[in-house]
């Protein structure tokens, strides 16, 4: 993990991606207790390509440096890696407010919980439903902030049928 | 937490021991809980492995015992 960790930051170092945060079950785990996943989410700024928003590039790259696709993925020294350009406004407001902190001594970004919060709550699956749970019973939430996302991204109405 | 105060004693204490242990594994240090995902892989990929393409352990023991 660590060094998947330091490949993604080289990666960004380098330019070959913008501004990086992971997201999904593995930011989750964050705070919350471990939970199943078999893929490392990270949510990435783009460079738009002739109007158009594309992982090539970053593929390309990432072959160039040996690591090989799998499926949806990118095995980076032993991690699925799977990269999700940020496509909504929700998702560019919760990577612009990603957190950085370490990994042992390794600096990486995560998504802030109130913003994995409101992500579920917009995917809105039934794991989605479950990982909110999850948040609500073990993470230390700032219910201020995470109402604010909510308003802001038209969520409070799901939010509302999801915790009454 | 009410509900499962209404139950027997016994199982109100279970279940009260549950949420204790699972509020200690959520304040474990984050590589800590990483390895954690990794013993759950290990668990799951046998059941998995035929149905879900993607279930793999990921191969991280080396480099995060460097």
């Known amino acids: 993990m660590r060094k998947a960790l330091e490949a993604l930051n080289s990666l960004e170092r380098e330019g070959v991606l913008g501004r990086y945060a992971v997201g999904g079950a593995t930011a989750a785990t964050f705070y919350i207790e471990p939970v199943l996943t078999f893929d490392l989410d990270v949510f990435v700024a783009l460079p738009f390509k002739e109007g158009l928003l594309t992982l090539a590039p970053l593929y390309d790259a990432l072959r160039d440096r040996g690591y090989q696709e799998a499926g949806e993925c990118v095995d980076i020294e032993g991690v699925p890696v799977q990269f999700l350009p940020v496509y909504n406004p929700l998702l560019e407001e919760a990577l612009a407010e990603a957190v950085d902190v370490l990994y042992e001594a390794t600096p990486t970004r995560v998504l802030r919980a109130e913003h994995l919060v409101a992500i579920c709550v917009q995917t809105g699956r039934e794991k989605d439903r479950e990982r909110v749970r999850l948040f609500r019973a073990e993470a230390d939430l700032d219910m201020d902030r995470l109402l604010g996302i909510l308003g802001r991204h038209n969520l409070e109405e799901k939010w509302r049928q999801w915790t009454s | ?66």
């Open chain 2, 1 to 66: 937490m009410a509900a499962v105060d209404e139950l027997a004693p016994e199982i109100a204490r279970l279940f009260h021991a549950k949420e204790e242990r699972r509020r200690k594994l959520a304040a474990l240090p984050w590589p800590d809980k990483v390895r954690a995902v990794v013993t759950l892989q290990r668990m799951a990929v046998p059941l998995l492995k035929n149905r879900d393409p993607r279930a793999q352990v990921w191969r991280i023991e080396e480099d995060d015992r460097d």
